[in-house]
């Protein structure tokens, strides 16, 4: 049960990287036929990945209750929906290594910049709580303070 509820943490983690940077483009949120969908262009074929098995993967239980045990093959596949060459890696490694493979995963959604910087996630969260009407306000207001401090930069 312990594994089922390390690789449910690491699936929410990707999950939540996704969402944020979709927060931030006013784009709806990922949904689990998304990733099978994703799961099965990286992988074709990846019939092995349903929707209910990435849920139960999730929830770390399956419809009767039990821990899922989901296959390298299947790991493998959901990590390939989020970019990740080594999937099954990612889900059963040490916390350290799957740190670093998650931040690979941030950062091809356009997120480094917000590890280790409290303020600018600060702000992500803060702006993932307003509507979409808001947050297109608060980017385009960000854009225009992005030009004012480019145009004192330059020489």
Do not use: C, W
């Not at 297109?136 to 330059?154: K, Y």
């Amino acid at each position: 049960m312990k594994q089922a509820r390390t690789i449910a943490g690491r699936l929410n983690d990707l999950i939540n990287a996704v969402n944020e940077a979709r927060n931030l483009a006013n784009s709806p949120h990922i949904t689990y036929t998304e990733l099978v969908e994703r799961a099965y262009e990286a992988t074709q074929p990846a019939r092995h990945l349903s929707t209910d098995s990435v849920r139960h993967i999730r929830e770390a239980r399956n419809g009767r209750g039990l821990a899922p045990n989901p296959t390298v093959a299947t790991l493998d596949a959901l990590g390939a929906a989020f970019g990740l060459r080594n999937g099954a890696r990612y889900f059963l490694s040490d916390a350290e290594m799957a740190a670093g493979m998650l931040d690979q995963v941030r950062e091809a959604h356009g997120l480094s910049a917000t590890r280790g910087n409290d303020g600018v996630a600060g702000l992500m969260h803060r702006a993932a709580e307003l509507g979409p009407a808001n947050r297109r306000v608060v980017s385009s207001l960000m854009d225009q303070l992005l030009e004012i401090e480019r145009l004192h930069r330059s020489p």
